[in-house]
């Protein structure tokens, strides 16, 4: 692939990683470049090589979604009328049966495998809905853990923070849950989306709830609480950045702030162009600024931070001279899809899902009879016979960040309807964060120190 700054071109090599000068002529300011490029040519994935991978790679983490339900109707919420392609809220809550012999088959699996490495540590996550709706069953299963496992466990939940008591909170310090609430900034951005079954704003008593744990666990709260931030067209980045400078509540507690997800939606629709260049002119002054912090050695905001890394980083950490082949597992060579399987999501229902970000219809087992290697196996020929023949001579291969979730219908199936458009999205993201990068480093910018502001916390 061929970028040019305003002094150079260059080309990058994704057989390689490595970026060089170009001498070449160009007709077009940036055009790719397919060197020795293949046909493709399916194989099967063998039922063994998955049944490998599974003992070695699988089961990380156990994700277990005990509540449909919710409290809040944030609007853009994945279970709401604006996603076609996902469940919407029910009052399904996951029974003590379903989550409990989710655990101990997980905690068995991990004894056998995972627990080899002496390094690694079981994971046990509850989401939903809002899981602290179903707390007697989160409750019931640290019980149940401290029954069945000796040794070290990390327990982490996602919630939108309303229900966070005085009893809850002092359930999860004392058994160091890890909590990961979600808060979209200051009192007006957060309540133009994140709000209660009736449209009342929430964020007053996530407020009043967060300064109970800071108050009274300062210590726990600086260690365990995180944000998850989400933002759209229509927030002042801004008056974000102003938000999460201002009270040592926020402060050093964004870990991850991301866009609402364009996927099966049309929720950017309801934005004019106007008002979307208007938003990306503000992306790319953050962008400058952060950069501009950079070269005078100053530390910078968080919210400039997390939008760099959010968009550069996978391309500034890319492996290089690795080949392609060791970056990836052997049977999905081509873009960044996990192995189903690496995470163990099990729904209210008792079936067992690969992604908490794709819909339902892609079951690869039960816990009754736990991961299925045969379902495994068809999903990942599915997707190959799908996007191989279009991946293969991909440019970004070693950049690539698309997944099931971008190509996933309604019904479970692969959409190659979206391909071109997403790809072709992609392509050019990386080639402009190729410029931009080159252009600073062109500029006196050392790499190491840009790498290093973008993961510092």
Not at 330 to 337: E, G, K, Q, R, V
């Amino acid at each position: 692939m061929i970028f040019s700054t305003s002094r150079n071109n260059y080309f990058y090599d994704d057989t390689t990683g490595n970026v060089e000068l170009y001498n070449g002529n160009l007709d077009n300011e940036t055009e790719l470049v397919i060197q020795g490029s293949e046909s493709y040519v399916h194989e099967e994935v063998s039922l063994e090589t998955i049944e490998y991978y599974l003992h070695k790679e699988a089961a990380k983490m156990l994700t277990l979604i005990v509540s449909e339900d919710c409290n809040f109707r944030c609007e853009y919420c994945v279970f709401s009328d604006n996603y076609a392609m996902t469940r919407e809220h029910t009052k399904n809550s996951m029974s003590s049966e379903v989550a409990l012999e989710a655990v101990s088959k997980y905690l068995n699996h991990f004894k056998n495998y995972n627990g080899r490495n002496l390094l690694s540590i079981p994971k046990i996550c509850f989401f939903g809905g809002e899981p602290l709706m179903n707390f007697g069953l989160i409750k019931e299963v640290v019980k149940h853990v401290q029954n069945i496992y000796d040794g070290n466990i990390i327990y982490m939940t996602t919630t939108n923070g309303s229900l966070l008591s005085k009893s809850k909170i002092d359930f999860m310090v004392e058994n160091n849950f890890y909590i990961s609430v979600s808060l979209n900034g200051y009192r007006e951005e957060h309540d133009r989306l994140r709000v209660y079954i009736g449209n009342r704003g929430t964020y007053d008593d996530i407020i009043a709830n967060l300064r109970y744990i800071k108050n009274n666990y300062s210590e726990y709260y600086q260690n365990n609480i995180s944000f998850i931030n989400i933002y759209d067209t229509g927030t002042n980045l801004e008056l974000l950045k102003e938000f999460y400078a201002s009270d040592e509540l926020f402060t050093n507690k964004l870990s991850k702030l991301s866009p609402v997800i364009d996927i099966g939606t049309d929720w950017y629709e309801q934005y004019s162009k106007e008002e979307k260049d208007e938003f990306n002119i503000g992306v790319s002054k953050i962008i400058k600024g952060f950069l501009s912090d950079i070269k005078e050695g100053c530390r910078s905001d968080e919210v400039s931070r997390s939008i760099f890394r959010s968009n550069f980083f996978n391309v500034m950490n890319r492996p290089i001279n690795v080949p392609l082949k060791d970056t990836k597992f052997p049977f999905l060579p081509y873009t960044s899809t996990c192995m189903p399987g690496m995470k163990v999501i099990v729904g209210v229902n008792g079936l067992i899902h690969c992604c908490e970000k794709i819909n339902e219809k892609m079951p690869i087992g039960t816990v009754d009879s736990w991961i299925d290697s045969r379902k495994i196996r068809k999903i990942v020929n599915d997707y190959n016979e799908s996007f191989g023949p279009h991946c293969i001579n991909c440019p970004i291969q070693r950049m690539c960040e698309v997944c099931y979730q971008h190509f996933l219908d309604a019904d479970g199936k692969f959409d190659l309807t979206k391909r071109e458009a997403i790809c072709n999205r992609t392509i050019d993201q990386k080639m402009k964060i190729l410029t931009i990068i080159y252009e600073q480093m062109e500029d006196g910018l050392e790499f190491n120190d840009l790498l290093s502001a973008i993961t510092q916390r």
